[in-house]
């Protein structure tokens, strides 16, 4: 399929499992990101990544660790989940650095107990 | 203080009206003012990204930037009920993304 997807499109773990959300783009865009959507917050950046095997933290990065290897997949890892990690994640990529026009999955939501 | 700042509604107008949606920013080395429409479920979807001050339309939407007063809008003119989502603004310094929290609009028809 054409564009950007993730899996699963819906999860439940428990405290302290490690938890991989996956991310995968076709158009071969240099940059991915990956974003955390929560009420009263917004979205909010966790990890971007410039090209396979650079990346950098947003605002939000503690407990999750990425890796890029290649460049249409961006996992997102929570190495220990906690209940605050609840949320609904995003990637998203661009081909543009600083640009606009970046194009989000359909998200992840993800429950913590 | 949040970097971006952004009414959340819930905001309620009848069809054809125009609607006005706005943001304000503390960090004034903000490059790129972008909007995103986000319906219920799914993810943002890009709808206008400006770089700098003054106005920018596309059909029915137009973005204004207001970089001395740190604030943007967005004005969608003869809004229709497909219209009828949440909508965020974002910015931007390099790859650091900043959104609002999101304005929830219904338009009645």
């Known amino acids: 399929d054409a564009g950007i997807t993730q899996s699963p499109r819906y999860k439940i773990t428990e405290t302290g499992r490690q938890v991989t959300l996956m991310c995968h783009q076709t158009?071969?865009?240099?940059?991915m990101f990956w974003y955390r959507q929560d009420l009263g917050h917004g979205l909010r950046l966790i990890y971007y990544?410039?090209?396979?095997?650079?990346?950098d933290k947003g605002e939000v990065p503690d407990g999750y660790v990425v890796s890029r290897s290649k460049t249409e997949n961006f996992p997102l890892t929570l190495e220990s989940a906690t209940r605050s990690q609840t949320s609904v994640y995003f990637c998203?990529?661009?081909?543009?650095?600083?640009?606009?026009?970046?194009?989000f999955g359909p998200g992840t939501r993800l429950l913590v107990l | 203080q949040k970097e971006v700042e952004q009414d959340p509604g819930p905001l309620s107008v009848p069809e054809g009206a125009i609607v006005s949606l706005n943001c304000t920013y503390s960090?004034?080395?903000?490059?790129?003012f972008m909007w995103y429409r986000q319906y219920s479920r799914k993810g943002p979807e890009l709808l206008m990204y400006t770089y700098s001050s003054g106005n920018k339309e596309d059909g029915r939407f137009t973005a204004q930037v207001d970089k001395s007063s740190k604030y943007i809008s967005l004005f969608i003119r003869d809004s229709q009920p497909s219209d009828s989502a949440t909508y965020l603004c974002?910015?931007?310094?390099?790859?650091?993304?900043?959104f609002g929290t999101g304005t929830s609009l219904t338009v009645i028809p």
């Open positions: 990544s410039a090209a396979a095997d650079i990346t």
């Open positions: 960090n004034s080395a903000f490059q790129y």
């Open positions: 974002a910015m931007n310094t390099g790859n650091q993304f900043y």
């Open positions: 158009w071969s865009h240099s940059y």
């Open positions: 998203a990529s661009s081909e543009v650095r600083g640009g606009g026009t970046q194009y």
